[in-house]
């Protein structure tokens, strides 16, 4: 069985997963990026938080499914890229948006953030409590707030052609959006760059609000952690896998998004290519 190496969101770090990880089977991790939870201060690179994401996967047996919300997602599209032989398939969540439709605002909310990085990491803390009342809510700063990282994330994403990465790809992505997420402004676009993609819709949820409901983000994630497991296992058999040097295999193609059918809230959609 795959590992699953999780990726988290901005500002927040690895223990954002914990009520997720605990109701998964098999083996699964979540890393800190260069910057957050227990690698504060570290500058934060595309660079570093791939290779952060790499180390993950070799620790984890060297190959593994990457899963990652909003910056994680976005982290997640450049770790495949460069990574192509240790990312076994890439579960991209809430991060469909071309930072060209939120840089603007994410750069003047960054330098605000910078400017008192207590201040609004206590901001941050209250707001994420509200969000996401109880234990979701609990894990999310758990690890600790990093507002002060802010304006280099922003630059680090704003400056990374996602759509040229998933391209590139050659293995299976999921892209999954909560319906109410702004975040899906460009999801089409992304799902047509993808040379093996899906995308799976959460009715009535938005940017964090699958992380409502763990349990139910746990089985999406094992399902399609099955899928990957068992991509893997054809395309290993053929000899078309990537290797570790980034060798880019054709297309591999498999069983359609089986998983969503068990699941109330999802719908997938395959890429049109």
């Known amino acids: 069985m795959l590992p699953i190496v999780f990726v988290h969101g901005i500002r927040v770090s690895a223990t954002m997963w914990g009520p997720v990880l605990s109701r ?54 450049a770790a495949a ?26 750069r003047f909310m960054a330098r605000l953030a910078a400017r008192n990085p207590a201040r609004a990491d206590r901001i941050s803390d209250r707001a994420l409590r509200l969000t996401l009342p109880g234990p979701a809510g609990e894990a999310m700063v758990a690890g600790g707030l990093s507002c002060e990282v802010m304006p280099q994330v922003v630059e680090a994403v704003a400056g990374h052609d996602q759509l040229a990465a998933l391209a590139s790809y050659p293995g299976r992505v999921w892209l999954v959006n909560g319906a109410r997420d702004p975040f899906r402004a460009d999801e089409r676009a992304f799902l047509r760059a993808c040379r093996d993609g899906r995308l799976i819709l959460v009715p009535r949820r938005g940017h964090l609000g699958m992380l409502a409901a763990p349990g139910s983000l746990a089985r999406l994630v094992g399902d399609l952690r099955d899928q990957a497991d068992h991509l893997d296992s054809l395309a290993a058999r053929s000899g078309r896998r990537a290797d570790a040097a980034g060798v880019r295999p054709e297309r591999v193609e498999g069983t359609a998004g089986a998983q969503t059918e068990r699941l109330e809230s999802a719908v997938a959609t395959p890429s049109p290519r």
């Open 81 to 106: 890229e460069r990574f192509p032989g240790r990312v076994a398939g890439l579960v991209a969540m809430g991060c469909t948006a071309s930072p060209s439709h939120y840089a603007g605002i994410y």
């Open 24 to 77: 998964l089977d098999g083996s699964a991790v979540a890393v800190d990026l260069p910057g957050h939870g227990t690698r504060r201060g570290e500058p934060f690179t595309m660079e570093a938080a791939t290779s952060a994401v790499a180390d993950a996967i070799d620790r984890a047996g060297g190959r593994a499914l990457v899963a990652g919300l909003s910056l994680g997602g976005y982290v997640g599209i």
